[in-house]
């Protein structure tokens, strides 16, 4: 059986909303979504274990500080800065962003209002802040870690039920959902402790664009990310594109929409294969399950027994495993394809304890 690491703080982001085009629609990523996947693997038999508290150096290792500042004080300064009650925005947005083509060769100032800071730090309009975000995001950055340790302390394997989920930020900048990057965090720490290179695999149904962009070149963390075509019209739109390379560091592989298991598993045997060539030292998989078929964020028809057989065939890797929960959006459905996933993984045991330096 593999750990569940579980944070209660996951539950006090509630972003209530997302503005697509303009337009205020309820959010998907909701608290609900670790509790069904969580009841789903406690009634399969794995244990849950309480994420412990991390220390900044963790995330410093990834992201800027200035980034982190930022998510830190965002919701104070939105909360007295008196915009909730005019013109009435209960949630943290941006409107104005230091876009290159604005700047030219001028470095951004950080703008002085409240209102045009976080356009320096937020990539789109999808991912609000409000009371509590800050501390879910640190608390799934901390169930990330915790899995890590895990792992370096001998188990084979350890999953992190982590929400908000994390694999679109970058060094710099957060957005699709996202606050802090869980999986990169985790692969950074593995890669302190037991020498690189280690292997980052993303499997959600968007493109993994955010440890791409952290390791690009960086041949001590690859990176590889199966996901729905961006040029098909799908976030993150201006990335996740075959030729994105990293110098060989990093491999994409975009999937038409209506892909279902032949593709998708060929395409994770795929990463696979390329990321055994590096001779990793471990391997994180950002699991997404939005690639199911009747998930409503994506266009991709993965069924659970593609979840399973694609757990086996990255389990069959034999590396120490750290499994960051990414999207999934089937309220209904995500429990059992997390589980399948982690099934497929089990059965390709044994896997070897991690070795360190
Ligand atoms: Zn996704």
């Known amino acids: 059986m593999i750990p569940v690491v579980w944070s209660e703080a996951q539950r006090l982001h509630d972003p209530r909303a997302e503005i697509w085009v303009g337009v205020r629609a309820p959010a998907v990523e909701v608290a609900v979504r670790a509790d069904a996947i969580r009841s789903e693997l406690e009634?399969?038999?794995?244990?849950?274990?309480?994420?412990?508290?991390?220390?900044?150096?963790?995330?410093?290792?990834?992201?800027?500080?200035?980034?982190?500042?930022?998510?830190?004080?965002?919701?104070?300064?939105?909360?007295?800065?008196?915009?909730?009650?005019?013109?009435?925005q209960d949630r943290v947005v941006p409107y104005f962003f230091p876009h290159p083509g604005l700047l030219g060769p001028l470095a951004p100032a950080l703008p002085a209002a409240t209102w045009a800071r976080t356009g320096a730090f937020a990539f789109d309009t999808m991912t609000l802040i409000g009371p509590g975000t800050w501390e879910a995001a640190r608390g799934a950055a901390d169930a990330a870690l915790t899995a890590a340790e895990l792992v370096l302390g001998g188990e084979p394997a350890a999953y992190a039920c982590c929400r908000p989920p994390g694999h679109h930020v970058t060094r710099s900048a957060y957005g699709g959902a996202c606050y802090l990057n869980n999986g990169a965090i985790a692969a950074e720490r593995l890669r302190a402790a037991l020498g690189g290179p280690v292997a980052l695999l993303d499997l959600d149904a968007h493109h993994g664009n955010g440890a791409q962009s952290i390791f690009w070149e960086t041949a001590e963390v690859v990176t590889g990310s199966v996901h729905v075509d961006p040029a098909a019209g799908w976030f993150p739109h201006f990335l996740g594109f075959a030729g994105e390379d990293g110098g060989g560091a990093n491999r994409n592989v975009p999937l038409p929409p209506g892909s279902a298991d032949e593709p998708w598993l060929a395409a994770v045997g795929e990463l696979a294969a390329w990321a055994r060539g590096f001779e990793p030292r471990a391997l994180v998989v950002a699991l997404g399950v939005d690639?199911?078929?009747?998930?409503?964020?994506?266009?991709?028809?993965?069924?659970?027994?593609?979840?399973?057989?694609?757990?086996?065939?990255?389990?069959?890797?034999?590396?120490?495993?750290?499994?960051?929960?990414?999207?999934?959006?089937?309220l209904g459905a995500i429990g059992g394809l997390v589980r399948a996933a982690l099934d497929g993984m089990t059965a390709a045991r044994p896997v070897e304890a991690a070795r360190h330096e």
């Open 291 to 330: 690639a199911a078929a009747g998930d409503p964020e994506s266009p991709l028809a993965v069924t659970a027994a593609g979840f399973e057989e694609a757990g086996r065939t990255l389990g069959g890797l034999g590396l120490p495993t750290v499994v960051v929960q990414e999207g999934g959006y089937d």
């Open 43 to 88: 009634r399969a038999g794995h244990p849950v274990v309480a994420a412990e508290p991390q220390p900044d150096d963790a995330l410093l290792a990834v992201h800027d500080r200035a980034l982190l500042e930022f998510l830190a004080g965002a919701w104070r300064e939105w909360e007295a800065s008196g915009l909730i009650e005019d013109p009435g």
